[in-house]
């Protein structure tokens, strides 16, 4: 039943996705735009799953891989700043126990090389990927990010109010998108407008 319930949900999302996209184009038909983000959340029964996608710009202020000190803490303290997700997602009249979560550097650092600098709990775990990417790669690298919740009733949520924007003031909007058992829907978080409503 879950996997027939993932495949439906992916296969909806695909179609909130073009929504978006086509409600939302203007010249630039160019879908890693800096300034905006991406955010999916995803509730079944005891389960919820948010996952957060952001070009390295809005998020550390470049795109390269991160060679020098400088850029390494720049990558560093957004990392730790991304595992803080009783900061970053406020929900509302519900209880959820984060189970997991997972940062994706790899685009713009060794994660295989860096380990040893962070203080991993068993709930984080940190992905090594290969790291051999092309010129477009590197000019347009994203950070991932997935949390992963144990809710008492998931599908009770009323909401959840994002603050990323107060952490990462490159980012203008998060084009969002919601799924659960009772609906699904969209919409483009900006600074005055935080909040996703089920």
Request: glycine share 2%.
């Amino acid at each position: 039943m879950k996997n027939t319930l993932l495949k439906f949900v992916s296969f909806n999302l695909v179609f909130l996705s073009a929504a978006i996209q086509a409600e939302e184009a203007t010249t630039n038909l160019d879908a890693h735009v800096h300034g905006v983000s991406e955010l999916m959340v995803v509730a079944e029964e005891n389960a919820l799953e948010i996952q957060f996608k952001s070009p390295a710009m809005n998020l550390v202020g470049f795109e390269h891989q991160a060679t020098s000190s400088k850029d390494i803490k720049a990558v560093e303290k957004a990392a730790s700043t991304l595992r803080q997700h009783d900061s970053l997602l406020l929900m509302s009249n519900t209880n959820c126990k984060l189970t997991n979560t997972s940062v994706d550097l790899s685009k713009i650092v060794d994660t295989q090389h860096h380990d040893n600098d962070h203080d991993n709990s068993p709930n984080e775990d940190e992905h090594a990927h290969n790291n051999n990417k092309d010129d477009h790669d590197e000019n347009h690298s994203e950070i991932m990010v997935t949390y992963k919740y144990h809710c008492e009733d998931s599908t009770s949520l009323p909401s959840i109010t994002v603050n990323l924007f107060e952490f990462f003031t490159g980012i203008e909007e998060i084009n969002t998108m919601w799924v659960n058992q009772t609906g699904q829907g969209a919409v483009t978080l900006r600074h005055n407008n935080r909040t996703i409503n089920f």
